[in-house]
C-alpha cells in the first residue's frame, strides 16, 4: 500500500504563486511514476505532469508555461510550483502514483488539496 499527502493548497491572489508537495510513503517502488492532477469543479480530472523516476516529465499541456514540477527519489516527494495563477486555476489538485510491483499495476490518489484563485 502506498499513502500519498498533499500539502500547499489555499487561497490565492490573481497573478500569484503557490507551491504544492506530495509526500508518498509505504511501499513506494524506486519505478514508481508520480504526477499532478487538478480537477475543476463539475469537470473531469486533468492532468498536469507527470515525472518518471528517471526525471522525464510528461506535461498534460493545461498550464503550459505556467508551472514546474520537481521530484526527489530519495524522498519520495512531488512538488508543483505553479506560477501566475487566475481564478480558472481554482481545483482540487491531486496527487498521483502509478507502479507496477511483481508485474502487477496499482495507482494510488492522494486526498486532494484545494486552491482557490480570488481576490
Known amino acids: 500500500q502506498v499513502q500519498l499527502v498533499e500539502s500547499g493548497g489555499g487561497l490565492v491572489q490573481p497573478g500569484g504563486s503557490l507551491r504544492l508537495s506530495c509526500a508518498a510513503s509505504?511501499?513506494?517502488?524506486?519505478?514508481?511514476?508520480m504526477g499532478w492532477y487538478r480537477q475543476v469543479l463539475g469537470m473531469q480530472k486533468e492532468l498536469i505532469a507527470t515525472v518518471a523516476a528517471s526525471g522525464v516529465i510528461t506535461s498534460g499541456g493545461s498550464m503550459k508555461g505556467r508551472f514546474s514540477i520537481s521530484r526527489d527519489n530519495d524522498k519520495n516527494t512531488l512538488d508543483l510550483q505553479i506560477n501566475i495563477l487566475h481564478p480558472g486555476d481554482t481545483a482540487v489538485y491531486y496527487c498521483n502514483l502509478y507502479q507496477t510491483i511483481w508485474g502487477k499495476g496499482a495507482e494510488y490518489w492522494g486526498q486532494g488539496t484545494q486552491v482557490t484563485v480570488s481576490s
Open positions: 509505504g511501499e513506494v517502488a524506486r519505478s514508481a511514476l
